[in-house]
């Protein structure tokens, strides 16, 4: 690991693991069984009880479009983890993904059930892309390329060991950064944060590069990211060092089984008790109703926040889905 710094818990001379000091690492056979489990069922249903079918999910088409006020700040939802914030002078696009495919290649793997609302040419100019973490469905190849060719200026933050991957596809622009670590744009305060999950792109790189989630500290606005995550102490430590956030992206989908991802997805319930932990005043759920990856229905996510706004309390607007490309005003 050529990262390796002793005194810091999550390194290892061999790659990184978790703030506790474990490694997300399933052995072949819980694999095997969960595709056992699977097998002959048509798991996930298509789509679930919430959704008549995919063309159901409502999708907004975005195209970039002018601030109505030079002191509003804004965020849309451009499907699984990709979150655009819009202020004035400054624009964060998170985990950019509008290819078809989660996979190395655009003939297998995890395809888009709903089409994606955006596309790189229909964003405004994005000045920081902040990614949480090399899996497939975080950093896509082909997007972050169209980004890059769009506008060479735009900043790229990546967890450590990242930025080698993204400068062999010839994007020069990364700075990669480890836990608590802070880089200042424009007044903003970029913070990469702890997140409970592990990294790998092929069979040989497990955990040699970092993952996490972002904060990011606006004048005007306080936002947290969660990346990919299971639910870990880590949560009360961001909120304590970096809250309270003023808006929140958090990770709502891909958690069934739970005896199977419970270590590196939370759930609908957990999400909630991060989006307290963190002290968020509002959050939208992020990774969900677009690519099938875990044996949940794709619009199970729903149902099961509903309920566990209803478990903790929390009026709906607090924690809410958007649909596909939607925009909301967080300030005006």
């Known amino acids: 690991n ?30 095997l069984r ?24 409502p999708v907004r088409p975005f195209k970039a479009s002018p601030l109505e006020s030079p002191s509003q700040i804004r965020a ?12 004035q002078g400054l624009n964060v696009l998170t985990d950019p993904h509008f290819c078809e495919r989660a996979f190395p290649v655009q003939w297998a793997g995890p395809a888009r059930k709903v089409k994606s609302p955006a596309n790189v040419a229909d964003l405004p100019h994005i000045d920081v892309v902040v990614i949480s973490h090399n899996h497939y469905d975080h950093m896509d190849e082909g997007t972050l390329l169209d980004l890059a060719k769009k506008s060479p200026k735009t900043l790229f933050l990546v967890p450590l060991g990242v930025e080698k991957t993204f400068q062999s596809w010839g994007i020069q622009n990364v700075q ?3 836990w608590w670590d802070k880089k200042t744009i424009q007044a903003t305060e970029f913070t990469f944060v702890p ?33 990919d995550t299971g639910y870990s102490q880590d949560f009360k430590e961001i909120g304590k060092r970096l809250g309270p956030f003023d808006f929140s992206a958090i990770a709502v989908g891909a958690y069934e089984p739970r005896w199977f991802m419970k270590a ?6 957990e999400a909630v008790q991060i989006h307290q932990e963190v002290r968020s005043k509002k959050s939208i759920g992020v990774h969900w109703g677009t690519f099938e990856l875990t044996d949940e229905p794709l619009d199970q996510p729903i149902g099961d926040l509903a309920k566990a706004r209803k478990k903790f309390g929390l009026p709906d607007s607090e924690f809410e889905l958007l649909e596909h490309g939607q925009t909301i005003i967080l300030k005006n």
């Open 195 to 227: 997140a409970y999950h592990w990294s790998a792109r092929t069979l040989l790189d497990r955990n040699t590069t970092l993952w996490g989630g972002w904060a990011v500290k606006h004048p005007r606005l306080n936002f947290f990211f969660s990346g």
């Open 34 to 57: 969960w595709y056992r489990e699977r097998f002959g069922k048509s798991l996930p249903p298509p789509p679930g009880e919430f959704m008549a079918n995919y063309d159901a999910f």
């Open 76 to 87: 849309s939802w451009l499907s699984h983890a990709s979150v655009l914030l819009e202020t």
């Open 176 to 178: 990669a950064m480890d």
């Open 264 to 269: 590196q997805h939370i759930n609908p319930d």
């Open 2 to 31: 050529p990262y390796y710094d002793s005194s810091k818990p999550h390194h290892r001379p061999e790659g990184f693991v978790n703030s506790d000091g474990t490694v997300v690492s399933k052995p072949m056979s819980d694999l």
